[in-house]
DNA sequence: CTGAAAGCGCTTACAG
DNA sequence: CTGAAAGCGCTTACAG
């Protein structure tokens, strides 16, 4: 199939190249007879434009790019899609991007920053650690979404985040209310000031309060998928049986956990108690519902996304917003 | 933040850009010294290159489309996963779009195809329908993923799919042999002749050889989500008490109707029996474990990509594969 | 309201 | 091994 370019689109409706470009950018200063000339030629040609020449002189606007970290995580993938709703309207194009795991997102948005010369960033579900040097010399306003950006060296990077500490907090506090001293965590690592860290923090905290020991071998590192949280958690009730409750920091650990202690003979809530983190949707399908930490989506949407256009749009300075997430009970515990 | 250009570092170099370009596009033909002094200068900037500007003059080589109806469904986002690995080592490069449910996946395909200069597409989750005209002049090679298209009009269109209808078969079978005669079916619209009307055909088939009326009463239309199933089920359940068995025509469906009965106070299997489609990583630790058609996401993914090459490297005709699913029988049904 | 021309950042024959 | 120059498809002052 030919691609028509917009010179083959003039030479057909007899025009020049400039007025195409101007009824293709919808702008005011075409005449009516000439306008509809041009569009029914382009409409028969199918033609589309090409995006890279476009690119290469229009600024684009102001494009802000939203990184995204773990394809099937389901709690961060409803976060950007709720992103994407509180873009609408708004004077800037965004854009989506996928990064796995393994992956470098600031290299992601370092190359983003030049290819589509991207004005701002939104990291959902990233790490702040060394890698994140290279943005060093970038001054585009980002924000970092789920995690503190307090403690940073980045001068320009807002965030927003839930207070983890208080919710891991609680979530323990939940389960020694319950009547529970056995409790093991399921999680990511302890070290360091991200989330999960605080979230241990928390439970920490309420243990200490209530004056219960932790035995720290009740701490489990483990993925964050249903296949990993099943096998951690079979081979932990072999050596930990009489554990009666698990603070899990993601739902999709704590389901792999219930499929495992019903596989081992154990029920959920009956014999062994879970919390989950996140409240993402199934966590109201599963059976038993899962009583869990519901991290506000659309808040934290909503705050990223205002923000940033406040830094970019009008020079703000970037700001750290803690968004109030809340404890759903539901029938995991008792 | 200064964005350099392959102008800058030529200056910043001594060289031509010329030569920088070479360099940026690994070329043999440069002295080695010179090189080495243009790469400590570009990775001194930062320089990443104006991909607008590449893709203006570059071919791009292959670059194919695999575009994706859907964000939110399990099942399609683990098929483009897993398509993205048999696309390892091929001499192409791959592009993930996604469209969700409203928008018209053949103007992106149309639309890329201009705008990216891509050479064939992998539609995956899709409906063939008139929307699909826009394409008609297209001659780029395309595979339509879990839907047959071999009754179309597009001569250069291939498919890969399982045999929905004898799998429909399989899945209500199953029921049958369990002992159900009042049985319902939640899924997609019956008419046409795409996946979800060969599901209700199989289904039929196995009623009919059974010598089993079907309540027409008992065919509910649902949306594909945990909500959507779930408010369907509890109003269906309502008007039809007595029903014993569903066929859902996807794990999600399926969970949403679990959920619901169990609330109704019935539990599954014991006072319902449900079977699945499609086989999800959650159906093996959801609880019950579902009985459900498992869709062999690797081979679908592996022929797709295999088909497509072999049409646009090698020119050979489209085909159309039936790929083996597999009924995978676990705790939903008694 | 319309068009000729310069330029966006890069690649690629072509000539040396 | 290296560089000057043309050109990719578009946009945008500038002039009319």
Chains 1, 2 share one sequence.
């Not at 060296?153 to 056995?182: C, E, N, P, W």
Request: charged share 25%; proline share 3%.
């Amino acid at each position: 199939m030919k691609i028509y370019t917009i010179k083959d689109i003039a030479r057909k409706a007899g025009v020049s190249v400039t007025t195409v470009s101007r009824v293709l950018n919808k702008r005011p200063d075409v005449n009516q007879a000439t306008r509809e000339k041009v569009e029914r030629v382009m409409a028969e040609c199918h033609f589309v434009g090409n995006a890279n020449a476009r690119g290469l002189k229009q600024p684009d606007g102001d494009l802000i790019a939203i990184i995204l970290r773990g394809r099937d995580n389901p709690f961060l993938n409803a976060l950007a899609e709720a992103m994407l709703q509180h873009t609408q309207g708004l004077d800037a194009s965004f854009l989506m991007e996928f990064v796995d795991e393994q992956a470098d997102e600031f290299q992601t948005a370092l190359r983003l920053s030049h290819e589509k010369r991207v004005k701002g960033f939104i990291f959902v579900g990233g790490r702040i650690d060394e890698r994140a040097k290279v943005l060093d010399g970038m001054d585009s306003p980002m924000v970092f979404t789920t995690i503190s950006a307090e403690n940073t060296s980045f001068s320009h990077a807002a965030s927003v985040f839930i207070d983890d500490r208080a919710m891991g907090y609680q979530a323990m506090k939940t389960l020694i209310d319950a009547g529970h001293t056995r409790i093991a965590i399921f999680g990511g690592i302890r070290q360091g000031d991200d989330g999960f860290a605080k979230r241990y923090t928390g439970a920490m905290d309420a243990l200490a309060e209530a004056c219960i020991p932790f035995d720290d071998e009740r701490f489990v590192q483990t993925r964050f998928s249903l296949r990993g949280a099943y096998d951690t958690a079979r081979s932990f009730f072999e050596s930990k049986p009489d554990t009666t409750a698990v603070f899990a920091m993601s739902d999709t650990i704590a389901f792999g956990v219930i499929r495992a202690l019903q596989d081992m003979g154990k029920s959920v809530p009956a014999d062994v108690s879970v919390v989950g983190f996140d409240g993402i949707e199934m966590s109201k399908f599963f059976i038993p519902r899962l009583t869990t930490v519901e991290q506000p989506v659309d808040d934290i949407a909503r705050e990223s996304v205002q923000v940033l256009m406040d830094m970019l749009e009008r020079g703000e300075e970037p700001r750290h917003i803690i968004v109030d997430a809340k404890l759903q009970i539901r029938e995991s515990v008792q």
